[in-house]
Structure formats: structure tokens, C-alpha cells
């Protein structure tokens, strides 16, 4: 059976996910699937005590989804899943809170990027050429119709779908890639405003040194 996917719509889950971090762990349990916070932790590369609160905070958000198991003698164990997959946000600018918070969910999403490729930027594991690249960064700004914009929108549509293989281990021929892209209209700069202090002020001259005279 397909998993259901999960679209974050709530100001409250999407101010939890812009803490910096948390979406590292929604991301690793995305890839892995149900898993404990000690195999979270060394997939993220951290304690998992230093995990811990973060991932009560998604949990009880309903961002993450608690199951306990356990076996002969043994304490339960809890592990972790995605309450849907592919987890999404839908971003709201309706209210200035709710703005904040879409920029500080792209600030984490860019910072984490940053890390990512810094880590990758390794002769044993980066391929910076040819069909098979796997590191990038680029930039471009150009002109774009609706029509043009439409197909942009489908190009990153399906390169989304390419990552959304069923979430487990290791497997032959697969290897984990995290893709982050940023798309915005280009919106002129408002022009610097002259402070009240210095409005009508003529331009100070430049100061001249003259050579000092000896009587």
C-alpha cells in the first residue's frame, strides 16, 4: 500500500520545523524510515541525548509518530516514523507571523544545504563531472514566461519524485542524496532612504591638509 502523504498546513508545526535541526531529523527518518533516536543519532551525526528534546517536540507536534516495541525481557523500545510520506509544507503568507516563519524555514533549509555540500566536498566522494555528478551549487537569473515557469515547476516536480523512494537501509545501486533548490521573482530594491539628520545638509567638502609653515 502507498503511503499517504503529509502536508504541514499549522503555523505551530511550521515554526517547530524551523528550529534549527529538527528538519535534519524529519529528513533522516524520511530516508531510513521507523527507527530509534540512537539510530537517528548516528545517521545526523549526534548524541542522542542532544536529540532527545527535539524529537519530543516533533512528536508532540504530530510531526513524528511514536510506536513502542518490545521483546522478550527487554524495556520497550520506542521508534519513529513520518505521520505521512512525502512529508510537504504549504507555505502561508497570509499573516506576518506566519511570513517569519516561511523565511526561517527556508534560512534552515539553505544553512543546512551549506553544510551538506561542505561535508561532500571530498575527492572520495564528490564527482564534479559528467552524467553521474553528484555536486553542485549554481545560481541563475533570467527571464521567465508563465508558460516557461510552468515547465521550470514540473521540471523540479519530477526531480522530487525521483527522490521519493520507499524510505530503508543501504540497498545496491542507491546511494543517500539530499537536493535543495530556491526558486523567487527577482523584486527590485527600494532605493536607500536619506535620513532626516542630513536631508537639506550640503555635501561636506573634503578636508585638505596644507603643509604646516615655519615662521
Not at 150 to 167: F, I, M, Q, R
Not at 189 to 213: E, F, I, N, Q, Y
Request: hydrophobic share 40%; aromatic share 6%; proline share 8%.
Amino acid at each position: 500500500m502507498m503511503p499517504r502523504p503529509y502536508v504541514v498546513t499549522s503555523l505551530k508545526q511550521l515554526l517547530v520545523i524551523a528550529s534549527p535541526g529538527r528538519e535534519d531529523i524529519i529528513d533522516a527518518v524520511g530516508l531510513i524510515g521507523p527507527c530509534t533516536v540512537t539510530e537517528l543519532a548516528h545517521l545526523v551525526g549526534r548524541s542522542r541525548h542532544a536529540l532527545y528534546y527535539h524529537v519530543r517536540a516533533l512528536r508532540d507536534c504530530g510531526l513524528l509518530v511514536e510506536t513502542r516495541h518490545s521483546g522478550e525481557g527487554r524495556k520497550p523500545t520506542a521508534r519513529y516514523d513520518l505521520p505521512g510520506r512525502p512529508l510537504s509544507v504549504r507555505y502561508d503568507l497570509s499573516s506576518e507571523r506566519a511570513k517569519r516563519a516561511v523565511i526561517a524555514l527556508a534560512r534552515t533549509r539553505l544553512r543546512s544545504a551549506a553544510r551538506g555540500f561542505v561535508l561532500a566536498c571530498r575527492p572520495d566522494v564528490a564527482t564534479v563531472e559528467g552524467p553521474r555528478r553528484n555536486l553542485w551549487v549554481t545560481r541563475w537569473k533570467g527571464w521567465l514566461s508563465d508558460r516557461e515557469l510552468e515547465k521550470v515547476n514540473g521540471h523540479l516536480t519530477k526531480l522530487v519524485e525521483l527522490l521519493k523512494h520507499d524510505a530503508g537501509p543501504f540497498r545496491a545501486g542507491r546511494r543517500p542524496h539530499e537536493v535543495t533548490f530556491a526558486l523567487a521573482p527577482i523584486v527590485p530594491k527600494a532605493p536607500p532612504t536619506v535620513s532626516r539628520r542630513r536631508r537639506g545638509r550640503p555635501a561636506r567638502s573634503a578636508h585638505v591638509r596644507r603643509p604646516l609653515r615655519i615662521a
